[in-house]
RNA sequence: UGGGGAAUAGUUUAAUCGGCAGAACAGUUGACUCUGGAUCAACCAGUUGGGGUUCGAAUCCCUGUUCCCCAGCCA
């Protein structure tokens, strides 16, 4: 048997992701020409894990999706860490993955003398200077996040001097961090990336493809961004710790390129419960021995993921699954584990072997007599045919755990005088236990079959009794297997207790290796790589440890447990108690009752205010005299504009309560950041407009459409109904009929309102008013509606 | 404490214009089964708190709360 070697078709999500979304629309809108290009770029510092995973599915999926290309590109900006051996296995990754970059293959590395070039332009436009502060000093210089920066006293240097000194740092005049090239941002800015980053620095080492070519490297600000540009890349995906560097992202290209440029967007990376993904920590588990290295099976690398028998396509079925979002969240493994399931359950033969082997005795079975059964490698559910033929004999071997002396309610399986089937053979009886009368441990069972049973239905007696696997004990051979489970004992290992490591959580049961294991026969040619389900307990895959003869299996997965069978040992019965620990810990934040407002917005309004006595004013009077709520008055009285617009407005039509609804709810929010007194529209038109519905002129619904295009086009209220012809004039008999015919329209949903789903009266409502164009009233809709619906008349 | 982000079932996520809160995983129950698996069916369960606008709010307005990121010559 061999494992299937092509990718699976993935299950698709049935809607976008905020990424995905932002593509479709931009190239709907032509702005690329309808080009898509993504990019992975990974250092090639160290191995990728399952948080790689997500990124490369969500890079490479883009592209699919979209009929783009991602390319694959190194970062590799900083020579100290880097290593053509990273470069790759990450490659070797990606392909595992089954993702193609095609000849898009990149190193940041190529681009050093272009990223140079574009540098001295920088110094050229007067946008980079040299600094010659040293480390410490430049972190003074930068403030803090409440305090802003100073300006280093070489920022004024002339760009011709800039420009030698630049020259000369190429040139490798000057040791390491004597100067360094700098973006001049802006010093005062809040983001404490634009304090004029750090483009690059001096470094006197040798790069693992560009040797000693260089001694200054680009910064990831500075090299990445363009980086993406030199490639016409469109959509750079990264995740949310960079939403800060965004800012020096598109200063660097809006002066250097033009759009349609690349853009930046940030998505939430992968956090996945009980696994850490620390470059550091995992290396420190690889260094101090607490795995066996890089590819553990307990890693969470996709080197120890493959090796633990993973498949690529599981994984991206589990990316698919979890989506793509700006929610920082806590994945549970379930959902990976349930993932890897899914797609080995269609994938791995079924064969039987033996863990815990329980020597049984069949004591009416010829001695010397070999029975060779058939038996299918795929169940009746699984699409796919095969069989080997599998050796009964005298003595065989069944699972320690299949064997209960003293069973628990609901036991199914073998009990001293009950009955199981052998899987594809016979029913077995038990008839004897024989214990070792030093420990009192079980070690023999005799029992007798029943030679008329095979491959016949088992009757409604022996209906509950259960299949178990079984190897024959002179023809079976031998195995080790390894059984894994999670690495931590809590989901969360970062979050450590005061005075423990993560190491502290390590579970000392991750690795439980089992020596005496007894495999069906067929398995002997099994090969490295090649997955099985072994019957009831799992899927397992052959480890590259094995030799001739010496097979060694990894447990990749449990099959999911319906059943726990009492007395079996739970490997981590913290997981529960973590679980349940943490969600307390998550729900002890009791919120406490606001007392004054101290939010900055509101506190802006109550400082204009303070400082304006008129504003001051106005407040008292909307109150005391407008009968204001104080929310109303607060918003309407934050800035003189608005409060101007609104008086504007209550001078043309005495509704003031209405008046101010509009103005803080509908006017305020279309202001995003412009001034009042920048709309098309004044108070006065609020106010007319406000008078029309008051006059029952119009319907709320319309005035909202009139509302709108005030907005776009300003005008007068009363002229716009006109045009529009949103006067109410809408007859008995118009509104029936509408009424009528989106019932009409609709006989599943009007079938379930009446089964009792009432809360479609309001999409019903939403249709009608649509239909009589806004011009309906909604109480008169649902009132008519509800007779229709209510009396049942059909 | 400044700036930038994020809050929808236990978990990960959907929800065109303000109009039916929908899935998956987990859990529970049942059917089926020569895997206590798979499959099928059903159930359980949700809009961060408080106000407001509206006939109608996850969605709009106001106001709280919680969480994450930023002060590397790392990426």
């Not at 790759?88 to 990754?93: F, K, P, S, V």
């Not at 073998?414 to 236990?433: A, I, M």
């Not at 214990?435 to 079980?442: C, L, N, R």
């Not at 690795?511 to 099985?532: K, T």
Request: glycine fraction near 6%; proline fraction near 6%; aromatic fraction near 8%.
């Amino acid at each position: 048997m061999s494992t299937v070697t092509t990718p699976a078709p993935v299950e698709r999500r049935e809607s976008l992701d905020f990424i995905r979304t932002i593509v479709k629309e931009q190239t709907q809108d032509g702005r690329y020409n309808g080009r898509v290009v993504t990019r992975f770029p990974p250092e090639p510092n160290g191995y990728l894990h399952i948080g790689h995973a997500k990124s490369i599915c969500l890079n490479f999926g883009v592209a699919e999706d979209f009929g783009g290309i991602c390319h694959l590109r190194f970062d590799d900006t900083n020579p100290e860490t880097e290593d053509m051996e990273y470069v790759e296995a990450i490659q070797r990754y990606v392909r595992w993955l089954w993702f193609d970059w095609k000849d898009k293959l990149f190193f940041a590395s190529d681009y050093y003398e272009e990223l140079y070039d574009f540098a001295e332009r920088l110094i050229l436009d007067g946008k980079a200077y040299v600094d010659s502060l040293n480390e410490e000093e430049i972190r003074q210089y930068r403030g803090t996040i409440s305090e802003a920066g100073r300006p280093s006293p070489y920022r004024d240097r002339s760009i011709v001097e800039n420009l030698d000194l630049f020259r000369r740092m190429r040139a490798g005049e000057f040791p390491d961090g004597a100067h360094v090239l700098r973006a001049k941002g802006d010093l005062a800015a809040a983001n404490m990336k634009m304090r004029d980053p750090l483009l690059y620095r001096i470094r006197h080492a040798t790069h693992y493809r560009t040797g000693d070519a260089w001694c200054i490297y680009p910064m990831y600000d500075y090299a990445h961004p363009i980086s993406d540009a030199i490639e016409n890349v469109t959509h750079s995906i990264c995740t949310l710790e960079f939403e800060n560097n965004r800012a020096i992202y598109d200063w660097l290209l809006d002066s250097l390129f033009n759009e349609p440029r690349p853009h930046q967007y940030e998505f939430a990376r992968l956090v996945l419960d009980y696994t850490i993904v620390s470059k550091r920590k995992l290396l420190q588990l690889v260094e101090e021995k607490h795995v066996k290295g890089w590819d553990d099976p307990r890693m969470p690398t996709l080197a120890g993921l493959r090796r633990r028998g993973y498949t690529p396509e599981g994984i991206r079925l589990f990316a698919q699954r979890i989506g793509v979002d700006k929610t920082n969240s806590r994945v549970q493994i379930d959902l990976l584990e349930s993932a890897i399931r899914d797609d080995l359950n269609a994938r791995a033969p079924r064969v039987m072997a033996i863990l815990r082997p329980l020597k049984v005795t069949i004591a009416n079975f010829p001695e010397g007599k070999t029975e060779w059964l058939t038996a299918d490698y795929w169940p009746r559910d699984i699409d796919k045919e095969g069989t080997r033929d599998v050796p009964l004999t005298r003595e065989i071997y069944i699972e320690q755990s299949d064997f209960s002396e003293t069973p628990p309610d609901g036991w199914t399986r073998l009990r001293p005088g009950g009955e199981v089937r052998l899987r594809h053979g016979y029913f077995l009886r038990c008839d004897e236990v024989v214990k070792d009368p030093a420990t009192g441990k079980v070690v023999e069972l005799r029992c007798t079959y029943d030679p008329d049973s095979a491959g016949k239905p088992s009757g409604a007696a022996r209906k509950k009794s259960a299949a178990v696997q079984w190897v024959s004990a002179p023809l079976s051979i031998p195995a080790e297997v390894r059984l894994y489970d999670r690495l931590f004992t809590v989901p969360d290992p970062e979050d450590v207790e005061p005075g423990k490591t993560f190491k502290d959580y390590l579970n000392p049961n991750s690795l439980e290796v089992l020596q005496d294991c007894r495999l069906e026969p067929s398995l002997d040619a099994a090969q490295i790589g090649e997955r099985f389900q072994f019957v009831r307990q799992g899927y397992f895959i052959v480890d590259p440890d094995s030799r001739p003869d010496a097979l060694v299996f990894n447990r990749t997965i449990e099959l999911k447990e319906g059943f726990q069978a009492p007395g079996r040992e739970e490997p981590a019965p913290n997981a529960a108690i973590a679980r349940s620990a943490s969600r307390a810990t998550e729900s002890s934040a009791t919120p406490t009752g606001a007392d004054n407002a101290t939010g900055s917005v509101s506190q802006q309004r109550e400082r204009a205010r303070a400082a304006n006595p008129s504003l001051a004013q106005r407040y008292e009077y909307y109150t005391n005299v407008l009968n204001l709520t104080p929310e109303q008055a607060d918003v309407l009285t934050g800035d003189v504009a608005v409060a101007d617009f609104f008086d504007a407005a209550v001078s043309r039509h005495a509704n003031p309560r209405a008046l101010a609804n509009w103005t803080a709810n509908e006017v305020v929010r279309e202001l995003r950041g412009r001034s009042i007194d920048q709309l098309p529209f004044g108070g006065v038109e609020l106010a007319e407009l406000v008078q029309l519905i008051d006059q029952q002129a119009i319907t709320n619904a319309a005035a909202k459409t009139v509302f709108a295009e005030m907005l776009a086009n300003g005008g007068h209220p009363a002229a716009i109904v006109k045009r529009l012809g949103l006067d109410q004039s809408l007859s008995e008999a118009d509104l029936a009929a509408a009424v009528d015919q989106v019932l009409a329209a609709m006989p599943a949903k009007v079938a379930e309102y009446k089964g009792g789903k009432t809360a479609l009266l309001g999409m019903f409502t939403g249709q009608v008013i649509k239909a009589t164009g806004g011009k309906a009233s909604p109480q008169a809709v649902q009132e008519l509606l509800k007779q229709r619906l209510d009396n049942g008349a059909n």
